[in-house]
């Protein structure tokens, strides 16, 4: 990285290598409306996903920047399926659990 790249920038440039790598990368073209707090990139390199926050020498992350990724580095596995809207029982089911194993004190 260049001094004085912005992060913008710099998400191009890794973007474009992940990509000449053949590493399925993905973003949010536009963070208006996403989630605060979330990484910019998630790159699928099986058996791993890798999720990354990206900033530039002198950037520093936000608090919930900062929650986020230690709540994702508690991580130990992952789950991947997926929901129709006929399948609206199981999701409000699986939803509920995982609510209670992120909150204890919410029980």
């Known amino acids: ?19 000449t790598l053949r590493i399925p990368v993905f973003f949010t073209q536009r963070s208006l409306g996403s ?9 699928l390199t099986p058996p791993e996903l890798r999720l990354r926050e ?3 020498d002198a950037g520093k992350l936000t608090p919930i ?3 986020t990724i230690e709540q994702l580095k508690r991580c130990t596995s ?9 399948d609206w029982h199981r999701i409000v089911e699986e939803l509920l659990a995982w609510q209670k194993s992120i909150r204890p004190e919410s029980r």
């Open 1 to 19: 990285m260049i001094p004085g790249e912005s992060e913008k920038q710099f998400q191009k440039e890794v973007v474009r290598f992940a990509r």
């Open 35 to 43: 989630p605060a707090g979330w990484p910019d990139l998630v790159l």
């Open 54 to 56: 990206l900033k530039t």
């Open 65 to 67: 920047q900062a929650e």
């Open 78 to 86: 992952l789950s991947t399926d997926v929901w129709r809207p006929a």
